[in-house]
């Protein structure tokens, strides 16, 4: 059987791959060959796990507090011999990491085809996301195939002169992993927050992540000053932050929340349990991407730490709020779906404009008509 090669390294990339690769596998045509870059360590193999992914090619790239240069240039030395060595009709790359672009370039200088998943997305600030918004349009620059999530992800890839017979609307391959937990796949939260002051089942909580790049110092430090600040005003509102592995990430937190009354810091969750606990919060407070998406389709109101954001349409649609980083607008915004029931409600009836789980089927559709 031919062989399509799965390029990706990080935790988000892996969920996003994931329901790709399982329909790959279902349909029989092409063999996947999965290359995981391991720039990511733990919250790979957690990722991996969950979908009883094993992989063809496991490199091991990670260190601690890795630079961006370091980084890339250690995925391009070791993907290399890789590609080299094997028979592959088409690379895919997702999303817009570091091993997304790396695994594109290597891919094009053996002058293989490249399909970007999730591709044109874009602030048109390029330092935020940062690096992402970059790596995102240089992945773009590469591919000989588009999978757009949405319409406007389209015209962006239309806009930049990318040929409309190259882009295909397929939605986001995150809903199909999410819903596909969802029915498959059981919760053990209660066991893994046994040691904490919290009834999973009935208690309110806020769900807070943080990790971006360009949030790193005074920005992130405002975000954690004002959930803290929420956690004083409200005894009967807890939040649960899983907190990133990244070093930058961990100071901060620690600094700020750590032994706070109802502040319940856990390390990250494996994908399972943190579909649950979204499903489970009240409100989401996150920086994070895939979040974005993810919390419309479980109806929960969203309050996004960034001044732009790559994902628009939830911000237009009405499930997201874009509030940055300043702490007296996220007091305003949470205070106000915390307090006004009708708010609240009115923000998590809003459907989904993500997708509706059929993303990989129509991706794989797509990759049997080019490259069978
Ligand atoms: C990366 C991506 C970002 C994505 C995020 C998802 C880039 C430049 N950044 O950011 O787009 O949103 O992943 O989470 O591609 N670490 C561990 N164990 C892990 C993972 C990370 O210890 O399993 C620590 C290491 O010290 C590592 C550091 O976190 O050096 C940073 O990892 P890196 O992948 O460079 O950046 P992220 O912030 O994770
Ligand atoms: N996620 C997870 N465990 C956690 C936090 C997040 O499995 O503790 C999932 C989340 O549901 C989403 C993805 O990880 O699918 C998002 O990853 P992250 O926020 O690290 O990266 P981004 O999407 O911002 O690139």
Sequence with gaps: ???????????????????????????????????????????LEQALSNFEI??????????????????????????EPVIKNETIE?????????????????????QLPVAHIEAGLRTGDKYKPFPEEVNR????????????PTQESKLNLISENHKENTVFVTGNTSIDALLWVLKNKSNTLETVLNNHDIDIENDKFILLTTHRRENFGLPMENSLNSVRELSEMYPDLKVIMPVH????????????????????????????NFCH????????????????????????PLLV?????????GVASGTAILVGTDKE???????????NKDEYQKMSDIKNPYGDGNASVLINDQLERMYN
């Design 137 to 148: 349009m240089m992945t773009g620059a590469i591919a000989d195939v588009h999978f757009a």
């Design 1 to 43: 059987m031919k062989r399509i090669a799965f390029i990706f390294g990080t935790r988000p990339e892996t969920i996003k791959m994931a329901p790709v690769i399982h329909e790959m596998m279902k349909r029989k045509i092409f063999t996947p060959l999965v290359i995981v870059t391991g720039q990511h360590r733990e919250m």
């Design 277 to 300: 606990l979204m499903n489970k919060a009240h409100l989401i407070i996150t920086d994070s991407g895939g979040i974005q998406e993810e919390a419309p389709s479980l109806g929960k």
């Design 90 to 110: 088409c690379v895919c790359v997702q999303g817009d990491t570091t091993s997304t672009f790396i695994g594109a370039l290597v891919a094009y200088y053996h």
């Design 245 to 272: 592995f990244n070093p930058n990430v961990r100071e901060k937190v620690d600094s700020i929340l750590k032994n706070h009354k109802r502040v319940i810091l856990i390390e990250p969750l494996d994908y399972v």
């Design 54 to 79: 094993q992989p063809d090619y496991s490199l091991d790239v990670m260190t601690s507090n890795q630079t961006l240069s370091s980084l890339s240039a250690k995925i391009l030395l070791e993907l």
């Design 329 to 339: 607008l996220i007091l305003r915004h949470a205070k106000n779906l915390l307090n």
């Design 305 to 313: 730490l960034r001044e732009k954001t790559e994902r628009p349409e």
